[in-house]
Each structure stands twice: as C-alpha cells, then as structure tokens.
C-alpha cells in the first residue's frame, strides 16, 4: 500500500451535479496531482497542487477545481458534471520541490458514474 | 509537447518466462524521467520503476528492468521469471522538469496475461 487514500471508492452522480472527491496523502509529501483515467485508457493529468497553491494544470476546463489543505491532503471538485466525466480518479501524492524525479504515490481511485 | 507509445494493447506470457513490453516516447526536452506503472483490476497505480534520461546504466527494480535505448526513444520494460500475479495493465510514462510541476504524460497501456 502507498498511505495514498481517496473516498469515496465509488459514486453515481446525474448530469449537471456538482461533486468532490477526497485524497489524503502519504505522510511527509507535500504534492498531491489528480488524474483522470478514462475506461481503457492512460490517466489524463488535470492539475497538481504544492504547498497549498496550483503549479501546474493540464487541458481540464475551469469547472475542475482543486484545494489542498495546510495538511497536504487534497479535493477535487467538479461542477456542471457531464456525462464524459465517467471515470476513474487517481490522486497521487509526491515530494516536491527541486531535485525530486516526480515518483508518484497513487491511490485506489475513485470510481465516479455520471448518469 | 510530450507522447507515449505502447504498441501492444494485450500480451500473453507463460509464467516464469521473461516478457518485454514495449514503450516508445517524443519529446524535445533534453531532461526527462521515464517510469513504468502497473494497475490491477483494483485500480492503483504501483510504481515500478524509474529511468532518468541522463543515467548511464538501465535501470534494475528486483524482476523488472527497463532498456532504455535513448537514440532510438525507447523505454522497454523487460519482466523476468513472471508470476500469475503480474496479469495487470502495465503504463509507460514520462516527465520532463522544465516547469515545477512533474506531470506525467501516459501510454495507453499494455494487458498483460500470465499463463499457468
């Protein structure tokens, strides 16, 4: 096991919900990226999150939205779901900062149906 | 703008024979890392290995190997000896650190099967 932890593991929302997913991260690291992973393909990096601030942001539309908490632990937040938003949602957590290779620490995932 | 190639959607391999899934990348940056993830039917990510573009040597991670041949811009993850429990979705990908942030741009994956 990474000590990455998301919830919910599964979750069904309709089209034009709002939701958020949550992720702790391991103890020590200070980055914390989602990912989305559509059925049969690659992750899709959305954003990453270091000390608190975005640092970095992939081709997501504005209705994804993040926070990381003084914790380090993080959400996602999605508005005005559609229905391309089924997927599974990997958080994953690092440490930052220079010199780090990127390795990242994954979670589970979690798995969200839009209807 | 970074891209990984995996050209095998599904393989099968005879356990506890060695299996080579193949991964190609572009970039333009001259200083990137190249990993190998593995996800099981549970959905985690597992970490398996790391290649950064300036090592020298191939990378070694117990049974896992990755040849990494920077001329022609491969990143093969070889598996030794496999196991029944390495039938998994195995993911090449790669960052660059230009920026601040270590994004990881992945393959689209290659299903491995472990035969008994």
């Known amino acids: 096991e990474t000590g990455v932890t998301q919830s919910p593991t599964h979750l069904i929302k309709t089209r034009g919900q709002q939701v958020t997913l949550r992720c702790s991260s391991q103890s020590g690291h200070n980055t914390v990226s989602w990912y989305q992973q559509a059925l049969g393909q690659g992750p899709q990096f959305i954003f990453q999150y270091y000390r608190e601030e975005e640092n970095g942001r992939g081709n997501f539309p504005p209705r994804f939205s993040g926070l990381q908490f003084p914790n380090y632990s993080s959400e996602l937040n999605v508005n005005a779901l559609e229905l391309d938003d089924s997927a599974l949602y990997l958080c994953?957590?690092?440490?930052?900062?220079?010199?780090?290779?990127?390795?990242?620490?994954f979670g589970e995932g979690s798995r969200l149906t839009v209807l | 703008a970074q891209k990984i190639t995996q050209t095998q959607p599904g393989m099968f391999v005879q356990e506890k024979e060695a299996v080579t899934l193949d991964c190609t990348y572009d970039?333009?940056?001259?200083?990137?890392?190249l990993f190998w993830y593995k996800q099981p039917s549970s959905g985690e990510m597992i970490f398996l290995i790391y290649q950064g573009s300036y090592d020298q040597q191939n990378a070694t991670e117990g049974r896992y190997s990755l040849n990494f041949q920077k001329a022609r811009k491969s990143a093969n993850l070889v598996i030794s000896a496999s196991q029944l429990g390495d039938s998994a979705m195995y993911f090449c990908?790669?960052?660059?650190?230009?920026?601040?942030?270590?994004?990881?741009?992945f393959g689209s994956g290659t299903q491995l099967t472990v035969l008994p």
């Open positions: 990908a790669m960052t660059d650190f230009s920026g601040s942030a270590r994004q990881l741009t």
């Open positions: 970039t333009s940056d001259p200083s990137y890392g």
């Open positions: 994953a957590s690092s440490l930052g900062g220079s010199g780090s290779t990127g390795e990242l620490f």
